[in-house]
């Protein structure tokens, strides 16, 4: 049996309006898979801490060194 894992990236708290685009891209990605012989055995949440950067400070507005956060959701297919 093999295995393959595909990473989808996200902000931890998410706005109702991003939901649906989200649904999407997770739905082109299992399907993008089950073409390809995958199927998905589960997906599972991770969480991401990020350390900003000055540049992203200067851009953002955050203060330097602060950190964060991201969810990102593991996909896992299997093919026997």
């Not at 898979?33 to 055995?41: H, S, T, Y």
Request: overall charge positive; hydrophobic content about 40%.
């Amino acid at each position: 049996m093999q295995y393959k894992t595909v990473t989808l990236e996200h902000p931890k708290r998410l706005k109702k309006d991003i939901a649906p685009e989200l649904n999407s891209e997770y739905e082109r990605i299992i399907n993008q898979q089950a073409a390809e012989g995958w199927k998905l055995l589960g997906i599972h949440p991770i969480e991401i801490r990020r350390k900003i950067t000055c540049g992203q400070w200067c851009l953002c507005g955050f203060l330097w060194g602060s950190n964060n956060y991201f969810q990102a959701d593991v996909l896992v297919f299997f093919k026997d």
